[in-house]
Structure formats: structure tokens, C-alpha cells
């Protein structure tokens, strides 16, 4: 494996394999001694940059990188590429996250490094993909048969798009509860009902909630739905609630104290995953 741009770079015993590193990580500690992991960070972020980060100093490899673009040239009116040109000479592996949809395999196509999606646009986030699984399986065990709603922004959510593709693969089946006006999009949508949110909470063994991408719509943006403890107990949910976060009003602050809430466990799960993540890409470094 070169890159990590999308999901579709992962065969099932690629991805299986990362997540059975992240399950005994913990072991690994100074595999990427020497090593140096830039994060190219072009649009804010808090959990996916610093987790990284975390995951890189646990491996024993250095950190270099910048998260406020208008501090680099880019400011000056350096390319996408050039910037890449330059910090892949300084680095083992380049982590990039990016406003525009495609930015990540513009990156590879002129990087001397592996370079990690870490979010680009309304692209895709492969590593939030991987770490959603992980919590999946650690709360649910084996997911084949299992449910999961998408709920929320489901046009323009890179979460959503990447979590798609491999819930089918590993005989996931899915309902979509989107925003109004924010479906999914039509290569996705294909055989994925839209049901309402009590519907979902009802039947679903996952409620994954998602954000109205507001940065990425003009004008004015619809409403996500919103899960609350009102909603699991009229329903008789048995589902787990899930959410990438950074949320804002799509999961009431009542659910947290529930069982049921594992958005903080998907946050957790990002420096084992992504631990696993960088060690197989720094794995065959020159
Ligand atoms: C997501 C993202 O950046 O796409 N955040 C994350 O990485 N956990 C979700 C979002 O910003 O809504």
C-alpha cells in the first residue's frame, strides 16, 4: 500500500490487518523510530490532527507540521502541488487534510512519501472509516447482518462517504435519515432507504449521526435531526449512537450518560487505529 487516499486503497486484508494492529498496538511502541510524520492540516481540526500527532510520538517517530495554513506559503499563493513537492523531502509520511474534494490524490500525484486522506472536502476521511469500524465491532462484535443508520449531512460528509463503501462490504445493511435536502449522493444512494429518525432508532443497531457541513453549503443550511434520550426510550432503541464529532446539536447532551453513547469511544479509538495506520505505512520506508 502507497497511499491511504480512500477506502477503495484498502483490500479487505489490508483493512483487516490494520485493525487487528490496532487491537495490539499497544505493543509497538519505537517501530517508527527516526521517522518523521508531517500533518499538512489546510482546514481546521481537532480529534484527527492531534490524534496523529499522539500516534506518531507513540510509535517513536518525530512530529513536524502546520494547522493554520495562512501561517505557510500557501498564504503566498503556493499550489497544492509545490507545497507537496517540498514537504514530502522533509518527511516519512504526509498526513493532509484539505478543503478541497480530490486534494489528497492531487497530493500523491507529486508526493515522494505515502500520503494519508485525512479529509478533503466532501471527498472522503479513510482513517475515520477505519476507527468507526473498530468501535463497531468492539461494542456490537461481528457486524455482518447488523444495521446502521446515516443520519444527518449525508451529501457532503466525508465520514459518510467513506464508511459507506466498507459497511457494504462487510455485509452491512443501511438506512439513510438525512437533512432535508441533504441525501445522499446518487453513487451512494443506490439500494439505501430513507426512513425517519424514529424508524431508525427503533430498528437500527447504529445510530450514526453527522453534522450539517455547513462550510460546504451556501446559503442557508438545513437541520440534521436530532437523537435524544426522549427519542431512544420512546422508540425502545437497543441501537448504539455514534458520531465522528465534532457535534454540534444532532446528539443531545442527555445521551451521553448513556450506555448507548460511544462518540467518545470513536475519539479514543483514533490513536490505536491511526497508530496502526502510520506503522504500515512506515513500514517499508527507504
Ligand atoms: C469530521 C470531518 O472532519 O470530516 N471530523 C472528524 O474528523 N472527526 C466530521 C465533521 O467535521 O463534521
Do not use: W
Not at 516519512?92 to 497530493?107: F, I, S, W
Not at 461494542?139 to 462517504?161: E, F, M, N, P, Y
Request: net charge negative; aromatic share 4%.
Amino acid at each position: 500500500m502507497k497511499h491511504l487516499l480512500s477506502v477503495h486503497d484498502l483490500s479487505n486484508d489490508e483493512l483487516e490487518g490494520i485493525l487487528a494492529r490496532a487491537q495490539t498496538i499497544a505493543t509497538e511502541g519505537n517501530v517508527a523510530s527516526g521517522a518523521i510524520v508531517c500533518t499538512a492540516f489546510f482546514e481546521p481540526s481537532t480529534r484527527t490532527r492531534l490524534s496523529f500527532e499522539a500516534a506518531a510520538h507513540r510509535l517513536g517517530a518525530d512530529v513536524i507540521g502546520f494547522s493554520d495554513a495562512s501561517a505557510t506559503s500557501s498564504a503566498k499563493g503556493e499550489s497544492l502541488e509545490d507545497s507537496v513537492r517540498v514537504l514530502s523531502g522533509y518527511c516519512d509520511v504526509l498526513v493532509l487534510r484539505h478543503p478541497e474534494t480530490g486534494a489528497a490524490k492531487r497530493a500523491a500525484a507529486v508526493s515522494s512519501v505515502p500520503v494519508i486522506n485525512a479529509g478533503d472536502g466532501s471527498g472522503e476521511h479513510p482513517t475515520q472509516t477505519l476507527l468507526d469500524v473498530f468501535t463497531m465491532r468492539q461494542a456490537l462484535g461481528a457486524l455482518s447482518g447488523k444495521s446502521v443508520a446515516l443520519v444527518g449531512d449525508l451529501r457532503h460528509g466525508r465520514t459518510i462517504h467513506s464508511l459507506v463503501p466498507v459497511l457494504e462490504r462487510l455485509g452491512v445493511s443501511m438506512v439513510a435519515v438525512p437533512a432535508p435536502g441533504l441525501g445522499l449522493p446518487d453513487e451512494l444512494a443506490g439500494g439505501i432507504p430513507e426512513v425517519s429518525i424514529e424508524e431508525a432508532a427503533a430498528s437500527c443497531d447504529v445510530l450514526y449521526a453527522t453534522r450539517v457541513q455547513k462550510e460546504r453549503i451556501e446559503g442557508k443550511a438545513s437541520d440534521a435531526p436530532v437523537i435524544d434520550a426522549a427519542l431512544l426510550e420512546r422508540t425502545k432503541s437497543k441501537a448504539i449512537v455514534m458520531h465522528p464529532l465534532p457535534r454540534v446539536n444532532e446528539i443531545a447532551a442527555d445521551v451521553d450518560a448513556l450506555a448507548a453513547a460511544k462518540y467518545f469511544d470513536q475519539a479514543k479509538n483514533g490513536l490505536p487505529v491511526r497508530m496502526a495506520v502510520l506503522a504500515t505505512l512506515l513500514e517499508n520506508r527507504s
